[in-house]
Structures are given as structure tokens and as C-alpha cells.
């Protein structure tokens, strides 16, 4: 992949063609570098709460009801709403086709670039730990869950947040940035790999704190690297530091969901996706990815299914994603990647109801 400052502006471009150009790279190169910048968690910042009313609320029944108070973005309203829209136009259950969709691409490929993950409510942060919270509040829920990864779960709880809030969970996503939740050593620079190996011990920690925690979904990028074993590959250093940290998990945990990581798209699906657009042409079947470039094995699902017990399950989105031959970039009208392997919170909470099938499956409705 060439470096964004290096990639060739066209003079005979439009100006106004230039500028957006220049300022898609611009923003690469602020998301790459925050990527990398050590120490920071995948949670944002919090924004600045919205001064609360003066007269005190009357009391409320039903207060799994309420929506929290978040940081993040909401769900992308311009297409909520169309029928088929998304993960939808994949249901196998319910085969379902929306014409209108056909050329539409929510959010565009610039604005996905800076489209935060879904909104979640940072509570009991420390130095190490940012958690954040999701679903309906603690006092009306009916389980507590966490949400545990580097930013490949962070994207999850986009999806996540319909489960919850259908099963009336209280959620916390405990996630940073390149980290993945693991035994083994993941390969990171000074001083990101120490922090990172200080992260997962304080994620234990807290959840040896909160034994409500109950259920715990997982995820992380598969294709991240860590430090090998004497005597092991990357692939089985990887495996065991997922096996040994499931293991390590308070028994108060009865229930893991490993999440299958998601397919990658290319360096150049956004253009392409831009170039389908100007031309009126349905991008998802123009800028297509082979499904055998777009899906990793996935080191996490491997572990899973070698523990072969019923605390560990894996669940499995892909065939939302893709095909037997391709994984489109655009699904019922829903752009699906930020870049390369991040999917837009747009997408990922399309997968909502069909994660949530997933887990009743395993659960019970």
C-alpha cells in the first residue's frame, strides 16, 4: 500500500476535487497516527455532559427504558429506517431486496473516515482502563455483560448495543487500541507493549471486581502479530494466549462469545467505491474483495473451537459480510469498512438483529 503522502494528485482535477482529495489524506494520516500513538485506549473522550435540569425528574418505572447519557455517535439515521437496509439484505431467514438502495453508499467513504464507534457512557476510568458503558443502565438490567478487545472489538458494540438492549443487559466495552485480550504478548513498540500487558492484567482485575459480569464477548484483529513462544509460531503462541486467557477468567464468567474477526477490504476500496459513485454504479458489486484475500484465519475462533466446551462459543457474522466467492463494501446500501478492516457503526449496528439471533440461539430468547 503506497503511504498517503505519497499518492499522485491528478492537476487536471477539479480544484474542488483536489481539496477533498487532500483532506481524505489528511485524515488518514490523523487515523493512522492515532492508531499507533501508545497509551491511548479505542474509547473517545468524553464530551462534556449536558448540564442537567434543574427540577428533579419524576420517578421512572421502567428505567431499562432510558437512553444513557453517551460519548460516540448514534446510529446513522439517514437510511435506518429503509427496508433492507444493511446486514437485512443478507437475512437468510428472510430474503429481503430494496432496489431504492441500489446506488445509495451510508456513510460516504470520507465521512466514514471520521464516524467514531458506537455511543457508550465512560464509568470508573483509571490510568489503564476506560470502560464505557452500553445497553440499558445497571439498575434495570436484567445481566451484565462486558465487551473486551482492541479496536477490532470496539467496532462490535455498534451491534452489540441492539442485543443489549433486547435482552436488557447492561454492557461495558473495556477496549484498547491494538491490544488484543490475550496471554501472549502482542508485538508492539516501546512502551506500548508493556502497556499493553499492564492493560490486559487490569482488565482481569476488574473483572475479578465485578462479579456480575456474567457473559463476555471478545474479539480482537486477526492478523495482529505477538511476541512467539521458544518453540512456537506466531499462529500457536497466538492460540494459546487466547486458551490460557479464557481459562484465566473469575468463574463468575460462564459464558464467552468469541467473535469472529471481521473480512478485510483493500487500500483502494474507498476510491473505487468514490469512482462507482460518480459513475451511477452499484458499488458493492463494483469494488468487490475475493473472499479468499478478504478472510484471515482468525487465531481466536481456532482457540475457541479447540477448548471445545460449551462456556466458549464462537459467533460467526461473515456470511452478513460476504459471499462463497466476495465481500462487497457496500451491503444494502450501507458502506461497510472505515478503511481496510474497521467497519463503520453505520454497518455494524445493521448486525444487531442477527448477532442477537446468534446468541439466543445459545441462550435461550
Known amino acids: 500500500m503506497k503511504h498517503p503522502s505519497t499518492e499522485r494528485i491528478d492537476p487536471r482535477r477539479p480544484p474542488h476535487r483536489r481539496r477533498r482529495i487532500l483532506w481524505s489524506l489528511a485524515v488518514v494520516l490523523l487515523v493512522v497516527g492515532a492508531g499507533l500513538a501508545a497509551g491511548r485506549s479505542e474509547e473517545a473522550t468524553p464530551r462534556k455532559a449536558t448540564p442537567a435540569p434543574t427540577t428533579t425528574p419524576a420517578p421512572d418505572p421502567k428505567p431499562w427504558k432510558r437512553p444513557l447519557a453517551t460519548t460516540g455517535a448514534p446510529l446513522n439515521g439517514a437510511a435506518a429506517g429503509e427496508r433492507c437496509f444493511g446486514a437485512a439484505s443478507r437475512d437468510p431467514l428472510r430474503p429481503c431486496d430494496n432496489p431504492d438502495l441500489r446506488l445509495k453508499v451510508i456513510p460516504s467513504p470520507e465521512d466514514a ?16 482502563l476506560l470502560p464505557c458503558a452500553f445497553g440499558v443502565p445497571a439498575e434495570g438490567a436484567a445481566g451484565h455483560v462486558a465487551l473486551i478487545g482492541d479496536s477490532h472489538a470496539a467496532h462490535w458494540r455498534a451491534a452489540l448495543e441492539g442485543v ?13 487500541s491494538g ?17 499493553c500487558v499492564r492493560w490486559n492484567r487490569a482488565t ?76 451511477r454504479k452499484p458499488a458493492g458489486v463494483a469494488c468487490g474483495v475475493p473472499r479468499r484475500f478478504a478472510l484471515r484465519p482468525d487465531p481466536a475462533v481456532i482457540a475457541a473451537r479447540r477448548m471445545a466446551t460449551a462456556r466458549v462459543r464462537v ?20 458502506l461497510v469498512h472505515k478503511y481496510i478492516d474497521h467497519l463503520t457503526q453505520t454497518f455494524a449496528a445493521t448486525l444487531g438483529p442477527y448477532m442477537l439471533r446468534r446468541v ?5 430468547p
Not at 179 to 195: G, M, Y
Open 113 to 128: 473516515l471520521v464516524e467514531p464507534n458506537a455511543r457508550c457512557y465512560p464509568v470508573g476510568q483509571t490510568k489503564t
Open 164 to 176: 443489549a438492549q433486547a435482552r436488557r443487559w447492561h454492557g461495558i466495552s473495556i477496549t484498547r
Open 179 to 195: 491490544c488484543p485480550f490475550s496471554k501472549a504478548v502482542a508485538q508492539l513498540p516501546s512502551p506500548a507493549d508493556a502497556q
Open 204 to 279: 482481569m482485575a476488574w473483572l475479578l471486581r465485578h462479579p456480575q459480569i456474567s457473559t463476555v464477548f471478545v474479539s480482537q484483529h486477526s492478523g495482529g502479530d505477538v511476541v512467539e513462544a521458544p518453540g512456537s509460531t506466531t499462529l500457536q503462541t497466538q492460540i494459546a494466549g487466547y486458551v490460557d486467557v479464557w481459562r484465566t477468567l473469575p468463574a463468575t464468567v460462564t459464558r464467552i462469545f468469541v467473535i469472529r474477526d471481521t473480512p478485510r477490504s483493500r487500500s483502494q476500496s474507498n476510491a473505487c467505491i468514490e469512482r462507482a459513485i460518480a459513475r
Open 315 to 334: 459467533v460467526n457474522m461473515t456470511r452478513y459480510m460476504c459471499s462463497d466467492r466476495v465481500c462487497p463494501p457496500v451491503i444494502g446500501g450501507a
Open 360 to 364: 439466543n440461539a445459545v441462550l435461550g
